[in-house]
């Protein structure tokens, strides 16, 4: 069985703080990891994703996350927000392709100016 | 259109009617999802679709659920006597099966609003 915990279903940072956004995951077997961002009204796009090759993945916008099997987690993070950041984050595991991917309750994060 | 493309884009309806929802995927991906997104819930599996494999239909709520895919390409998805808790935001997704997972990306269409009164 697969599962992730987003920790914070709202998160608010000002504009050019650092962003982190929580997630621990649960796996049997080595997992794939993913982060996904939802902008109102639109499809989820994937941000990043790790599959078992280097640990600090970069993805799109500027976002990072880094997995630690000691931690089982995989946190989002970006060192400066923009206020086009605001969206809805969420993390997901699968322990192989697409298919039967887990996903979390989702963060929404607010930019405040 | 070069993305997953959902109609309607809203949808209300009354309980115990009967709604389709379609998915135009990207051309060429072979496989298809459907997702259900309910307020404060992360996304619901639904169903997936592989090529000309049998579809796993695991995530499916209800036979009230049902989803085809025709020619490999649109597909379907139909709610039966709807009930207010079918009330969601149904997401589409398409990817290009590759033999390597690393390689493979899902993208996913706007998704489909329903209401059920």
Known sequence: AQSVTQLGSHVSVSEGALVLLRCNYSSSVPPYLFWYVQYPNQGLQLLLKYTSAATLVKGINGFEAEFKKSETSFHLTKPSAHMSDAAEYFCAVSVGGYQKVTFGIGTKLQVIP | ?117
């Open chain 2, 1 to 117: 259109g070069a993305g997953v493309s959902q109609s309607p884009s809203n949808k209300v309806t009354e309980k115990g009617k009967d709604v389709e929802l379609r998915c135009d995927p990207i051309s060429g991906h072979t496989a298809l999802y459907w997702y259900r997104q309910s307020l404060g819930q992360g996304l619901e599996f639904l169903i997936y679709f592989q090529g000309n494999s049998a579809p796993d239909k695991s995530g499916l709520p209800s036979d009230r659920f049902s989803a085809e895919r025709t020619g490999g390409s649109v597909s379907t998805l139909t709610i039966q006597r709807t009930q207010q808790e079918d009330s969601a935001v149904y997401l589409c997704a398409s990817s290009l099966v590759a033999a390597d997972p690393v390689q493979e990306t899902q993208y996913f269409g706007p998704g489909t609003r329903l209401l059920v009164l």
